[in-house]
Antibody, heavy 121, light 113 residues
Framework: QVQLQESGPGLVKPSQTLSLTCSVSGGSISSGGYYWSWVRQHPGKGLEWIVYIYHTGRAYYNASLKSRVTASVDTSKNQFSLKLSSVTAADTAVYYC?????????????WGQGTMVTVSS | DIVMTQSPDSLAVSLGERASINCKSSQSVLYSSNNKNHLAWYQQKPGQPLKLLIYWASTRESGVPDRFSGSGSGTDFTLTISSLQAEDVAVYYCQQYYNIPYTFGQGTKLEIK
């Protein structure tokens, strides 16, 4: 079955760029009927959707973060990525990648385990 | 942005009893073109990612026990656990995927009484 795994540094300095990658295994990122998303969860708090991207590279961003976020997909590596620039302590969170479904299905059906990113000098 | 508000924030229910969690959206998430409510429910246990329970407000995800059910339409939705089991202790979230930005409720913590 399809699995997602986030990777990237757990510590990022303020004002730097956070870079994360989600590796997709057990299936192709180019399969129809899906989109690929990033969601974050601040410590002890709620969930914030960041972006979703199709395998074509078409991306849709949360306007609250859009000026700092870039999403990309690499179909040859079966991965998609997130870059968040000019980070501050407010970006400290667990970052999840997730698979969203289109068509007859809905919701995010598969999630990575999440990766904790701390912004600190 | 569509604001999702869950109630209550926390809930304690006895084993075998019914648990109900409410979710209200600030605008309708019923999409006229497909007549479906773009609303999902998730379960999150400590240290784990979210698990999809329900989508289209009332369609149970494959493999989810049938004690979990979703209901509602438009702006008001309910997740019901018909007979609470010990393994159902978790935080539950609703989420709208009607339009971007997708938004989540603040979560409801479910415990055993």
């Amino acid at each position: 079955q399809v699995q997602l795994q986030e990777s990237g540094p757990g510590l990022v300095k303020p004002s730097q760029t956070l870079s994360l990658t989600c590796s997709v295994s057990g299936g192709s990122i180019s399969s129809g009927g899906y989109y690929w998303s990033w969601v974050r969860q601040h410590p002890g708090k709620g969930l914030e959707w960041i972006v979703y991207i199709y395998h074509t590279g078409r991306a849709y961003y949360n306007a609250s973060l859009k000026s700092r976020v870039t999403a990309s997909v690499d179909t040859s590596k079966n991965q998609f990525s997130l870059k968040l620039s000019s980070v501050t302590a407010a970006d400290t969170a667990v970052y999840y990648c997730a698979r969203g479904r289109t068509g007859d299905y809905g919701g995010f059906d598969i999630w990575g385990q999440g990766t904790m990113v701390t912004v600190s000098s | 942005d569509i604001v999702m508000t869950q109630s209550p924030d926390s809930l304690a229910v006895s084993l075998g009893e019914r648990a109900s969690i409410n979710c209200k959206s600030s605008q309708s998430v019923l999409y006229s073109s497909n007549n479906k409510n773009h609303l999902a429910w998730y379960q999150q246990k400590p240290g784990q990612p979210l698990k999809l329970l329900i989508y289209w407000a009332s369609t149970r995800e494959s493999g989810v026990p049938d004690r979990f059910s979703g209901s509602g339409s438009g702006t008001d939705f309910t997740l019901t656990i018909s007979s609470l089991q010990a393994e159902d202790v978790a935080v539950y979230y609703c989420q709208q995927y009607y339009n971007i930005p997708y938004t989540f409720g603040q979560g409801t913590k479910l415990e055993i009484k």
